[in-house]
């Protein structure tokens, strides 16, 4: 088996007109396909839905269901919100990135960052439904991404045997840490 691409990721919603017309106005994603059932395909279940799918970019869908007889959505409390969360590419760079924060901010959505993490830098926000959402603009070298490369099995054998965070890849949030420790 090749996996090709993700097909699509799907979260619940608690509108699914209100996720729809969000995710149209504030990330230019547009609406691609709805599909409703009252019973779930893959378990026969009595339990209607709308399931909508958003163009994510690049082939991927970014998908939703509104459960109107379910329990009322929450989170996971034993999970930080700052875990869970959808990621997403931009093109423009870092320059889009700022531009994109300042249209969130001025439509009253509270926003996060840039945090640099040094081969990306990231902006936070949470959509309607309490999904954390991140923006990303790329700035890695070659060279960067090699040097991580490098240290991934290396990282992932300490922290299986240790779970305490290996020190391979510090370099990237040393300067905020610096930071920190002066402020």
Known sequence: MSIQRI???AYRCKDAKQTVEWYRQHLGMDFVLAIAEDHVPSTHAPDPYM??????????????????NSPAMGRDPNTPEWVQHIAFKVDGGVDELLATKA????SGIEVIGPTDHT?????????PNGHRVELAADTATPEQMKK??????DMLAEWSRTKRAPKHAA?????????AAKA
């Open 171 to 179: 370099w990237m949030h040393e300067k905020e840490l610096a930071g």
């Open 103 to 106: 249209r969130l901010e001025a």
């Open 51 to 68: 399931h909508l799918f958003m163009d994510a970019g690049g082939g991927n869908i970014l998908a939703f269901f509104e459960l109107p």
């Open 148 to 153: 991580l490369d490098d240290v991934k099995w």
């Open 7 to 9: 097909h699509h990721v």
């Open 119 to 127: 081969i990306f830098q990231s902006i936070y926000f949470f959509d």
